[in-house]
């Protein structure tokens, strides 16, 4: 009967130990997807930041620029296209 309560008593552990175990992996891979989360959100706003600075560079070497030409189809002004072309 005490090695049969013994044993019992082991496998419990064992499983108290294997829950605890699950447990923190759970909380870690937690924290592992916020931190994704805020790195996938500080990297889009990085992009935004480059994306935003490349076209204010761009307006700026372009005097002939013309509000709406960043929209997708909009068709370029005279002054967008190299005259050395034609």
């Given at each position: 009967?005490?090695?049969?309560?013994?044993?019992?008593?082991?496998?419990?552990?064992?499983?108290?130990?294997?829950?605890?175990?699950?447990?923190?992996?759970?909380?870690?891979?937690?924290a592992?997807?916020?931190?994704?989360?805020r790195?996938r959100?500080?990297?889009?706003?990085?992009?935004?930041?480059?994306?935003?600075?490349?076209?204010?560079?761009?307006?700026?070497?372009?005097?002939?620029?013309?509000?709406?030409?960043?929209?997708?189809?909009?068709?370029?002004?005279?002054?967008?296209?190299?005259?050395?072309?034609?």
């Amino acid at each position: 009967m005490e090695e049969s309560r013994s044993a019992l008593l082991a496998s419990l552990r064992d499983r108290n130990d294997a829950y605890s175990a699950c447990a923190s992996s759970l909380a870690d891979n937690e924290a592992l997807r916020r931190e994704v989360l805020r790195l996938r959100s500080e990297l889009n706003r990085s992009q935004a930041q480059q994306v935003s600075a490349a076209l204010l560079s761009y307006s700026a070497g372009t005097p002939n620029l013309q509000e709406g030409e960043f929209s997708e189809g909009a068709p370029p002004s005279e002054g967008c296209l190299n005259k050395d072309l034609d």
